[in-house]
């Protein structure tokens, strides 16, 4: 089946780290990791922004004070706290829906985006969050809530969530896409196989 690129930032995470003795392998998204999302869009992004996870840091710091916290929890933490360690956010997003190629939702929904680690790179792995994601049209695929409230993840458990591959980066995909009639092909002959 024919590959695709995942956009900017999954090409960019893998090529930052290329270097590294435990480098990622670059792989691409196909259309049947639909199969994994609960929602599949094409939407216009807009509203943007990186909101603090007060979530994470108020279940650390309870971790950390009653001493069940683990060495790295004790160390992310105190990285949050002083503001250096990016998994002290996540993405918070609206969507502009214009087609539905997977599952059901209304003309607009928010959704959250969580940092993500590219997977295999030893000990000096860097969690990547985009500072910005421009207000255009993407290929978007989705996890319904509620989300889990886990470190870098978002606190915002009633809203979708981009769907990661740890190695591949996130399925969000600027316009325009051949993939989305890959897509189409796809579900489609998985409903006439139900038949």
Not at 13 to 29: D, I, K, N, P, T
Request: aromatic content about 12%.
């Amino acid at each position: 089946m024919t590959r695709y690129w995942v956009g900017w930032l999954a090409l960019a995470g893998c090529l930052a780290f290329s270097g590294s003795a435990h480098a990622c392998r670059v792989e691409s998204y196909e259309a049947s990791d639909v199969d994994g999302a609960d929602l599949v869009v094409v939407g216009r992004i807009s509203n943007y922004q990186l909101t603090p996870n007060r979530s994470f840091a108020e279940s650390a710091r309870k971790r950390v004070e009653d001493g069940t916290a683990s060495s790295w929890e004790r160390q992310k933490y105190h990285d949050v706290l002083n503001g250096i360690f990016p998994g002290g956010y996540y993405g918070k997003f609206d969507i502009a829906v214009d087609e539905v190629l997977k599952g059901d939702v209304g003309k607009t929904l928010s959704a959250t985006y969580r940092p993500w680690t590219p997977c295999c790179f030893g000990p000096d792995q860097k969690e990547l969050l985009p500072q910005q994601l421009h207000s255009q049209q993407y290929l978007i695929a989705l996890h319904k809530p509620p989300t889990k409230v886990y470190f870098g993840g978002s606190a915002d458990s009633d809203l979708h969530t981009v769907r990661i591959n740890e190695c591949i980066g996130p399925f969000l995909m600027k316009m325009p896409t051949w993939m989305v009639k890959d897509i189409k092909d796809y579900l489609a002959g998985q409903a006439d196989a139900k038949h």
